[in-house]
């Protein structure tokens, strides 16, 4: 499969647990994005990294939330002591190197908080 | 007034016919544009990109760009009911990091 990966598919978490999101990018992407839809609202981007760098986290929350992407391994989407607010569906989409601006989305992961 | 704004629809197509989507965006400095279909439960899925003014031509798909009226759309020939989904117009300002702004989408039913 040489798309954009992400795991696990759907997550419960109960209040004040922690999420942890996975995303692969495709083969000789490295460029990678998060997004969040909340139900029923639009795709809001999150934050943009590439391989052991943040480049752009504006549209992440203050707090409670973070991102990675380590020189090995998938990025990694965090989120601390979740709140039902937060049940929402997270979206990865990795681009090319410099230069091509399209992005392809992985699967999602459906976050739903009890 | 949202940087990039989308009639919600629905939009309700006879199969075969032409749906046509609309797209205004706030930014002047906005340079890529996308277009991206999500079905129900779905990911989005990237169908048609424009970087130039005029028009781009892909199987049914045709998306028109003018930047000068800050407007974006696509068009459908030929819908089938298997276009039925929610479009979504994204765009992007390579100077903002490469973010993409989305719309909030518009529902196409196309009904046989």
């Known amino acids: 499969n040489a798309g954009v990966m992400q795991n696990p598919r759907h997550l419960v978490r109960r209040r004040g647990q922690e999420a942890r999101l996975r995303c692969s990018p495709m083969?000789?992407?490295?460029?990678v994005y998060w997004y969040r839809q909340l139900p029923e609202e639009g795709l809001k981007f999150m934050v943009y990294?590439?391989?052991?760098?943040?480049?752009?986290e504006s549209g992440m929350p203050k707090e409670r939330f973070s991102a990675e992407f380590p020189k090995e391994g998938p990025s990694i989407l965090r989120i601390q002591q979740v709140v039902r607010g937060d049940s929402a569906a997270y979206f990865c989409?990795?681009?090319?190197?410099?230069?091509?601006?399209?992005?392809?989305f992985g699967p999602g992961t459906r976050l739903t908080v009890l | 007034q949202k940087e990039v704004e989308q009639n919600s629809g629905p939009l309700s197509v006879p199969e075969g016919a032409i749906a046509s989507l609309n797209c205004t965006y706030s930014?002047?400095?906005?340079?890529?544009f996308f277009w991206y279909r999500q079905y129900s439960g779905k990911s989005p899925e990237l169908i048609m990109f424009?970087?130039?003014?005029g028009d781009k031509e892909d199987g049914r798909f045709t998306a028109q760009l003018n930047k000068a009226s800050q407007y974006v759309s696509l068009l459908i020939r030929d819908s089938q009911p298997s276009d039925s989904a929610t479009y979504l117009c994204?765009?992007?300002?390579?100077?903002?990091?490469?973010?993409?702004?989305f719309g909030g989408g518009t529902r196409v039913l196309v009904k046989p």
């Open positions: 083969k000789g992407h490295s460029h």
């Open positions: 930014d002047r400095g906005s340079q890529s």
């Open positions: 989409a990795s681009s090319p190197p410099a230069g091509v601006d399209e992005q392809f």
């Open positions: 994204a765009v992007n300002k390579r100077a903002a990091g490469n973010k993409l702004t």
């Open positions: 424009i970087y130039s003014n």
């Open positions: 990294l590439q391989k052991e760098n943040i480049i752009d």
